[in-house]
């Protein structure tokens, strides 16, 4: 549960890093989803699976608004230790 909390946290900080204007949309977004992990079945999507969803879903965004890569790397340190 740690992790997933820390996973969560590196996303809100990501989002920061966002334009104003899209940093609701995508912080609501971020908060259905840690949510909706809370009810998945360990044993059919292993939670390193969602982690890396995370992380490749958390680049796709940041490629989206031109933010470097690099902003990603601690929530890349969090999601693959």
């Known amino acids: 549960m740690k992790k997933v ?8 900080r990501l989002v920061r890093l966002l334009p104003a204007d899209t940093r609701p949309y995508y912080a609501k977004y971020a908060r259905e ?3 909706n992990y809370r009810e998945v079945d360990v044993s ?3 939670l390193d699976e ?11 965004v940041l490629k989206k608004y031109s933010i470097d890569e690099s902003a990603a790397k601690k ?3 969090i999601c693959f230790e």
Request: hydrophobic fraction near 40%.
């Open 33 to 35: 989803n840690f949510v």
């Open 5 to 12: 909390l820390k996973v969560y946290g590196g996303v809100l």
């Open 50 to 60: 969602l982690y890396q969803r995370a992380y490749n879903h958390s680049l796709w």
């Open 44 to 46: 059919e999507t292993p």
């Open 75 to 77: 929530m890349k340190e």
